[in-house]
């Protein structure tokens, strides 16, 4: 007798399958902290490969060698800035700290919030506030906590930089081995594609690092103009922030306001208008004109994508939004070109073409 339904085996190969799915995302998941160190590893093993790469074929040395001098170089120059900007942000902190019982002095002179005081007991508040969290910092189970977390972000830095030396070493023997498996067509689309990501992710490490530095320039020129103390460490500060697209001004932000505040209020206030002058200038002309010519995304699609990268993943999402949308615009071209035969007889452009600027 025949039965309609699907088959014991069918009903099986579905449940084994659905197991499998399962079994892969839950395995994702676990290992989400190893597979974030991997795609940082591989994001500075593409970035250090142009200078591996001239020291490996202008100066003859084994890749190996190259990348481990690119190592040295790269520890040099920290070590340079270090003992650049450590001292004076040091010496700016120590002040800083002696500083906070004047500020705290002219907090409580203000009207406002001597009114605060007066109806809320704001002042008894953060006063009780401020020693729990100084006898939390003091306590056993912070320190524990701080030594834990210097421990696995030095396994992390360890780790990365270990998967970023391999990958360095080992890219061009994996792409080589990749464009292999395909041949004719087929293999110039995937080298065109290689070369293309290749490109996306390298300019966006220089994208992001002139953002950084027109922030905290722009942030120390008008600190220093105004006579705002500590305006380096503020403007170091500032500067770092804006690696964060589209609130890392703001948040760079916030400290050098509180401090112009407590110099003056005129003080505060054109630190204010600073700040939001220069987020839309950094949003709107700095941080899309700069991706347009390195990541050659449209600068709608990199406001789109920092957008939905923050609500989806917070701040890491908001980092690894444009590369992953430049990624995808070269994935999705090289797709529309291979359906799209007007394409490859040299018609129209795609919506997205014509969005994407030309290299």
Same mark, same amino acid.
């Given at each position: 007798?025949?039965?309609?339904?699907?088959?014991?085996?069918?009903?099986?190969?579905?449940?084994?399958?659905?197991?499998?799915?399962?079994?892969?995302?839950?395995?994702?998941?676990?290992?989400?902290?190893?597979?974030? #160190?991997?795609?940082? $590893?591989?994001?500075?093993?593409?970035?250090?490969?142009?200078?591996?790469?001239?020291?490996?074929?202008?100066?003859?040395?084994?890749?190996?060698?190259?990348? =481990? @001098?690119?190592?040295?170089?790269?520890?040099?120059?920290?070590?340079?800035?270090?003992?650049? *900007?450590?001292?004076?942000?040091?010496?700016?902190?120590?002040?800083?700290?002696?500083?906070?019982?004047?500020?705290?002095?002219?907090?409580?002179?203000?009207? @406002?919030?001597?009114?605060?005081?007066?109806?809320?007991?704001?002042?008894?508040?953060?006063?009780?506030?401020?020693?729990?969290?100084?006898?939390?910092? !003091?306590?056993?189970?912070? !320190? *524990?906590?701080?030594?834990?977390?210097?421990?696995?972000? =030095?396994?992390?830095?360890?780790?990365?930089? @270990?998967?970023? *030396?391999? =990958?360095?070493?080992?890219?061009?023997?994996?792409?080589? #081995?990749?464009?292999?498996?395909?041949?004719?067509?087929?293999?110039?689309?995937?080298?065109?594609?290689?070369?293309?990501?290749?490109?996306?992710?390298?300019?966006?490490?220089?994208?992001?690092?002139?953002?950084?530095?027109? $922030?905290?320039?722009?942030?120390?020129? *008008?600190?220093?103009?105004?006579?705002?103390?500590?305006?380096? =460490?503020?403007?170091?500060?500032?500067?770092?922030?804006?690696?964060?697209?589209?609130?890392?001004?703001?948040?760079?932000?916030?400290?050098?306001?509180?401090?112009?505040?407590? +110099?003056?209020?005129?003080?505060?206030?054109?630190?204010?208008?600073?700040?939001?002058?220069? +987020? +839309?200038?950094?949003?709107?002309?700095?941080?899309?004109?700069?991706?347009?010519?390195?990541?050659?995304?449209? %600068?709608?699609?990199?406001?789109? !994508?920092?957008?939905?990268?923050?609500?989806?993943?917070?701040?890491?999402?908001?980092?690894?939004?444009? %590369?992953?949308?430049?990624?995808? +615009?070269?994935?999705?071209?090289?797709? #529309?070109?291979?359906?799209?035969?007007?394409?490859?007889? $040299? $018609?129209?452009?795609? %919506?997205?073409?014509?969005?994407?600027?030309?290299?």
């Amino acid at each position: 007798m025949r039965s309609d339904g699907p088959s014991t085996r069918a009903v099986l190969r579905v449940l084994a399958v659905f197991g499998f799915v399962l079994a892969g995302l839950w395995l994702l998941w676990v290992s989400r902290g190893v597979i974030t #160190w991997l795609a940082i $590893g591989a994001f500075l093993a593409v970035a250090i490969n142009p200078l591996v790469t001239v020291l490996h074929r202008r100066l003859r040395l084994r890749r190996a060698g190259a990348i =481990l @001098v690119v190592y040295l170089l790269l520890t040099a120059v920290m070590a340079g800035a270090a003992l650049l *900007f450590v001292p004076p942000l040091i010496d700016a902190g120590e002040q800083a700290t002696q500083d906070v019982p004047v500020y705290v002095d002219r907090l409580a002179e203000s009207s @406002v919030v001597q009114d605060l005081d007066e109806e809320y007991g704001v002042l008894e508040r953060l006063e009780a506030e401020a020693t729990s969290a100084l006898e939390g910092i !003091a306590g056993p189970d912070t !320190a *524990f906590e701080l030594a834990s977390r210097v421990i696995n972000g =030095l396994l992390a830095l360890v780790s990365i930089a @270990v998967i970023c *030396f391999l =990958l360095s070493l080992y890219g061009p023997k994996l792409r080589t #081995w990749v464009l292999d498996l395909a041949e004719g067509e087929a293999h110039q689309r995937l080298e065109r594609v290689c070369d293309r990501v290749y490109r996306v992710i390298s300019g966006y490490v220089l994208g992001i690092l002139l953002v950084a530095t027109t $922030g905290g320039f722009a942030a120390w020129l *008008f600190l220093t103009a105004l006579g705002v103390p500590f305006a380096l =460490l503020l403007a170091f500060w500032a500067g770092l922030a804006s690696l964060i697209p589209l609130v890392g001004a703001t948040v760079g932000g916030v400290p050098y306001i509180a401090v112009a505040f407590f +110099q003056s209020w005129q003080a505060g206030v054109a630190a204010i208008v600073f700040l939001i002058v220069y +987020q +839309q200038v950094e949003n709107n002309v700095f941080q899309p004109v700069i991706h347009r010519f390195t990541v050659q995304l449209n %600068p709608l699609w990199i406001i789109l !994508a920092v957008l939905v990268g923050a609500n989806v993943l917070g701040i890491f999402g908001a980092l690894i939004a444009i %590369p992953v949308a430049g990624i995808a +615009q070269v994935l999705i071209q090289e797709w #529309w070109s291979t359906r799209t035969p007007a394409r490859r007889a $040299g $018609g129209p452009l795609t %919506p997205i073409d014509e969005a994407a600027p030309g290299p």
